[in-house]
């Protein structure tokens, strides 16, 4: 059970916050528990949909974003998130169970993806403090600014979504998935 009340129907939702949950339900089919969540607050829903729509429409294809969802989520221990990004990965972005596994793990069998996953968890062990060799890095293995810029945004997307989820204790409606061993 949730520790922040979760609004069962987009009708139970305030007022303001229906119109973008129908959108939701429009997009994806369905409207999940994050996103109810999110609802109390129309304006944290907005700002949700907003950074995560804007970020949809950047240089970083699906598969690099559920790859780089799946690592933070599993460095932060988010189980709603791994639940929710490792169906979205293996069901819309087409990830295997190999790379998903890789993923959780901090890489990818991709070695350009793998440089963008390791670069976000650099951001995120070192809070942004990265040294210019994780700049070197990542940009030797084809990543240009904007493009580092959107991994940035995607780290801190998927770290306020975590939080979100680990602070409410969301209540998971994806296939669970196990927590990888310590």
Known sequence: MSRIPTPATIDAAPAAARPLLDGVQKSLGSVPNLFRLLATSPAALGGYLGLSGALAKGALDARTRERLALAIAEFHGCGYCLA????????????????????????????????????????????????????????????GDAEILEIILHVALNTLTNYVNEVAGTVVDFPPVAARAA
């Open 84 to 143: 929710a990004h490792s169906f979205i990965g293996a069901n819309l972005a087409k990830l295997d169970t190999t790379e998903i596994a890789a993923n959780r793990a901090g890489r990818s069998t991709d070695a350009k993806a793998d440089a963008a996953i390791r670069f976000a968890l650099t951001v995120v062990e070192a809070r942004g403090q990265v040294g210019e060799d994780a700049l070197a890095t990542v940009r030797a293995a084809g990543w």
